[in-house]
Protein backbone atom coordinates (compact mmCIF):
# COMPACT_ATOMS: atom_id res chain seq x y z
CA UNK A 1 0.00 0.00 0.00
CA UNK A 2 1.30 3.53 -0.83
CA UNK A 3 2.64 5.35 2.21
CA UNK A 4 3.28 8.77 2.80
CA UNK A 5 6.48 9.76 1.44
CA UNK A 6 9.04 12.86 2.32
CA UNK A 7 11.89 14.37 0.88
CA UNK A 8 14.65 14.46 1.56
CA UNK A 9 15.39 12.27 4.02
CA UNK A 10 18.23 14.00 5.23
CA UNK A 11 19.55 17.28 4.73
CA UNK A 12 22.40 19.66 6.16
CA UNK A 13 22.19 23.31 6.09
CA UNK A 14 24.35 26.10 7.78
CA UNK A 15 23.08 28.52 10.03
CA UNK A 16 20.51 31.58 8.63
CA UNK A 17 20.01 29.35 5.01
CA UNK A 18 16.80 28.09 3.95
CA UNK A 19 15.17 24.58 4.05
CA UNK A 20 11.92 23.31 2.13
CA UNK A 21 10.50 20.04 2.83
CA UNK A 22 8.14 17.93 0.93
CA UNK A 23 5.19 15.52 1.38
CA UNK A 24 3.19 13.77 -0.95
CA UNK A 25 -0.01 12.35 1.14
CA UNK A 26 -1.48 9.11 0.64
CA UNK A 27 -3.70 9.05 -2.49
CA UNK A 28 -6.81 10.51 -1.78
CA UNK A 29 -5.93 11.74 1.57
CA UNK A 30 -7.20 15.45 2.24
CA UNK A 31 -5.37 16.54 4.91
CA UNK A 32 -1.87 16.87 5.55
CA UNK A 33 -0.03 18.43 9.03
CA UNK A 34 3.38 18.86 10.11
CA UNK A 35 5.05 17.96 13.05
CA UNK A 36 8.62 18.66 14.32
CA UNK A 37 10.22 16.20 17.09
CA UNK A 38 13.89 17.53 18.61
CA UNK A 39 16.24 14.81 19.96
CA UNK A 40 14.80 12.88 22.90
CA UNK A 41 11.84 15.22 22.08
CA UNK A 42 8.07 13.95 21.84
CA UNK A 43 6.51 15.58 18.05
CA UNK A 44 5.21 18.04 18.68
CA UNK A 45 2.44 19.47 15.67
CA UNK A 46 3.33 22.67 14.15
CA UNK A 47 0.41 23.20 10.89
CA UNK A 48 -2.11 20.88 9.28
CA UNK A 49 -3.98 21.84 5.83
CA UNK A 50 -6.94 20.26 4.82
CA UNK A 51 -8.25 20.80 1.00
CA UNK A 52 -4.81 23.25 0.25
CA UNK A 53 -6.43 25.33 3.45
CA UNK A 54 -5.08 25.98 6.41
CA UNK A 55 -7.02 23.94 9.16
CA UNK A 56 -4.57 24.31 12.44
CA UNK A 57 -1.87 25.90 13.68
CA UNK A 58 0.29 24.61 16.81
CA UNK A 59 4.36 25.96 17.48
CA UNK A 60 5.16 26.70 14.46
CA UNK A 61 8.04 29.76 14.28
CA UNK A 62 6.81 32.59 12.11
CA UNK A 63 10.53 31.22 10.49
CA UNK A 64 8.57 28.40 8.99
CA UNK A 65 5.25 28.92 6.15
CA UNK A 66 3.77 25.58 4.42
CA UNK A 67 1.15 25.18 1.91
CA UNK A 68 -0.72 22.22 0.31
CA UNK A 69 -0.94 22.16 -3.33
CA UNK A 70 -3.71 21.35 -5.74
CA UNK A 71 -2.30 18.09 -5.89
CA UNK A 72 -2.50 17.89 -2.39
CA UNK A 73 1.25 17.27 -1.48
CA UNK A 74 2.35 19.81 0.98
CA UNK A 75 5.69 21.80 1.85
CA UNK A 76 7.42 22.93 5.07
CA UNK A 77 9.51 26.15 4.31
CA UNK A 78 11.97 27.12 6.67
CA UNK A 79 14.19 30.62 6.85
CA UNK A 80 16.90 31.62 8.60
CA UNK A 81 18.03 28.24 9.99
CA UNK A 82 19.03 28.21 13.28
CA UNK A 83 20.59 25.40 15.20
CA UNK A 84 17.69 24.42 17.46
CA UNK A 85 15.50 23.34 14.28
CA UNK A 86 17.45 20.72 13.67
CA UNK A 87 14.88 17.92 14.32
CA UNK A 88 13.02 15.07 12.54
CA UNK A 89 10.27 16.63 10.64
CA UNK A 90 7.47 14.16 10.33
CA UNK A 91 4.41 14.64 7.75
CA UNK A 92 1.08 12.78 8.45
CA UNK A 93 -1.45 12.31 6.23
CA UNK A 94 -5.16 11.86 6.70
CA UNK A 95 -8.99 11.43 5.20
CA UNK A 96 -11.10 13.84 7.06
CA UNK A 97 -12.61 12.86 10.20
CA UNK A 98 -16.27 14.13 8.94
CA UNK A 99 -16.39 11.44 6.71
CA UNK A 100 -15.13 8.35 8.14
CA UNK A 101 -15.01 6.93 11.83
CA UNK A 102 -11.96 8.04 12.73
CA UNK A 103 -8.89 10.07 11.38
CA UNK A 104 -6.21 7.90 11.59
CA UNK A 105 -3.08 9.67 10.97
CA UNK A 106 -0.53 8.17 8.95
CA UNK A 107 3.13 9.14 9.12
CA UNK A 108 5.38 9.33 7.04
CA UNK A 109 9.61 8.22 7.53
CA UNK A 110 10.40 12.14 8.27
CA UNK A 111 12.93 14.60 6.84
CA UNK A 112 15.97 14.73 9.30
CA UNK A 113 17.28 18.16 9.58
CA UNK A 114 20.69 18.51 10.32
CA UNK A 115 21.66 22.69 10.79
CA UNK A 116 25.30 23.10 11.28
CA UNK B 1 -8.42 17.89 24.27
CA UNK B 2 -8.33 15.61 27.59
CA UNK B 3 -4.99 15.48 29.47
CA UNK B 4 -3.38 11.92 29.32
CA UNK B 5 -0.96 10.48 32.36
CA UNK B 6 0.96 7.15 31.76
CA UNK B 7 4.05 6.19 32.58
CA UNK B 8 7.42 7.26 32.01
CA UNK B 9 8.73 3.67 31.18
CA UNK B 10 8.39 0.27 31.51
CA UNK B 11 10.63 -3.01 31.04
CA UNK B 12 9.83 -6.18 30.57
CA UNK B 13 10.75 -9.91 28.94
CA UNK B 14 10.54 -11.63 25.76
CA UNK B 15 7.29 -13.27 25.66
CA UNK B 16 5.69 -12.16 28.25
CA UNK B 17 2.40 -9.91 28.14
CA UNK B 18 2.83 -5.92 28.61
CA UNK B 19 -0.07 -3.93 30.07
CA UNK B 20 0.36 -0.33 29.98
CA UNK B 21 -2.26 2.08 31.80
CA UNK B 22 -3.34 6.00 30.47
CA UNK B 23 -5.22 7.79 32.95
CA UNK B 24 -7.58 10.18 31.18
CA UNK B 25 -9.77 11.49 34.00
CA UNK B 26 -11.25 14.63 32.04
CA UNK B 27 -12.17 12.61 29.19
CA UNK B 28 -15.45 13.84 27.42
CA UNK B 29 -18.44 11.91 26.13
CA UNK B 30 -17.15 12.45 22.47
CA UNK B 31 -13.58 11.31 22.98
CA UNK B 32 -11.94 8.41 21.62
CA UNK B 33 -9.01 6.58 23.45
CA UNK B 34 -6.14 6.17 20.55
CA UNK B 35 -2.53 4.79 21.13
CA UNK B 36 0.44 5.14 18.92
CA UNK B 37 3.90 3.66 18.53
CA UNK B 38 6.80 5.12 17.92
CA UNK B 39 10.05 3.15 17.04
CA UNK B 40 13.26 5.15 17.04
CA UNK B 41 13.71 7.36 14.33
CA UNK B 42 11.03 6.79 12.58
CA UNK B 43 6.97 8.30 12.41
CA UNK B 44 4.51 7.15 14.70
CA UNK B 45 2.07 4.30 13.84
CA UNK B 46 -1.49 4.12 14.39
CA UNK B 47 -1.89 1.01 16.93
CA UNK B 48 -5.48 0.66 17.97
CA UNK B 49 -8.20 3.23 18.89
CA UNK B 50 -11.61 2.45 21.68
CA UNK B 51 -14.35 4.15 22.97
CA UNK B 52 -15.37 1.67 25.63
CA UNK B 53 -15.34 -1.44 26.50
CA UNK B 54 -12.26 -3.94 24.67
CA UNK B 55 -10.98 -3.61 21.35
CA UNK B 56 -8.69 -5.86 19.79
CA UNK B 57 -6.65 -5.97 16.78
CA UNK B 58 -3.78 -8.33 15.46
CA UNK B 59 -1.41 -6.16 17.47
CA UNK B 60 -2.86 -5.34 20.29
CA UNK B 61 -5.67 -5.01 22.80
CA UNK B 62 -7.14 -2.36 24.33
CA UNK B 63 -9.44 -2.40 27.64
CA UNK B 64 -11.41 0.42 28.97
CA UNK B 65 -13.84 0.57 32.10
CA UNK B 66 -16.83 1.56 31.83
CA UNK B 67 -16.21 5.01 33.47
CA UNK B 68 -13.82 5.60 30.75
CA UNK B 69 -11.26 7.69 33.30
CA UNK B 70 -8.83 4.84 31.78
CA UNK B 71 -7.23 2.79 29.62
CA UNK B 72 -4.85 -0.13 29.14
CA UNK B 73 -2.88 -0.78 26.32
CA UNK B 74 -2.66 -4.99 26.11
CA UNK B 75 0.49 -6.27 24.53
CA UNK B 76 0.74 -10.41 24.35
CA UNK B 77 3.84 -12.26 24.19
CA UNK B 78 5.89 -9.12 23.42
CA UNK B 79 9.45 -9.59 21.25
CA UNK B 80 12.65 -7.60 21.13
CA UNK B 81 11.06 -5.84 18.47
CA UNK B 82 7.93 -4.18 20.45
CA UNK B 83 10.89 -2.09 22.29
CA UNK B 84 9.36 1.81 21.12
CA UNK B 85 7.52 4.55 22.73
CA UNK B 86 3.70 4.15 23.20
CA UNK B 87 1.42 7.21 22.98
CA UNK B 88 -1.95 7.22 24.94
CA UNK B 89 -4.08 9.87 22.77
CA UNK B 90 -7.88 11.25 23.43
CA UNK B 91 -9.67 13.56 21.35
CA UNK B 92 -12.94 13.22 19.45
CA UNK B 93 -11.44 12.03 15.74
CA UNK B 94 -15.10 13.41 13.92
CA UNK B 95 -14.05 17.12 14.70
CA UNK B 96 -11.45 17.62 12.08
CA UNK B 97 -9.54 20.95 13.42
CA UNK B 98 -9.27 19.35 16.63
CA UNK B 99 -8.16 15.92 14.75
CA UNK B 100 -4.67 16.99 15.08
CA UNK B 101 -2.19 15.26 17.61
CA UNK B 102 -0.74 16.58 20.79
CA UNK B 103 1.47 13.96 22.05
CA UNK B 104 2.39 14.02 25.52
CA UNK B 105 5.03 12.17 27.42
CA UNK B 106 4.85 9.10 25.79
CA UNK B 107 5.79 5.55 27.84
CA UNK B 108 9.02 4.22 26.80
CA UNK B 109 8.91 -0.28 26.68
CA UNK B 110 11.75 -1.81 26.59
CA UNK B 111 11.78 -5.19 25.86
CA UNK B 112 14.79 -7.66 27.39
CA UNK B 113 15.35 -11.06 26.33
Known amino acids: AAGVIQSPRHLIKEKRETATLKCYPIPRHDTVYWYQQGPGQDPQFLIS???????DKGSIPDRFSAQQFSDYHSELNMSSLELGDSALYFC???????????????FGPGTRLTVL | LAKTTQPISMDSYEGQEVNITCSHNNIATNDYITWYQQFPSQGPRFIIQ???TKVTNEVASLFIPADRKSSTLSLPRVSLSDTAVYYCLVGDPQYSSASKIIFGSGTRLSIRP
Open chain 1, 92 to 106: ASSLDGTSVDYNEQF
Open chain 1, 49 to 55: FYEKMQS
Open chain 2, 50 to 52: GYK
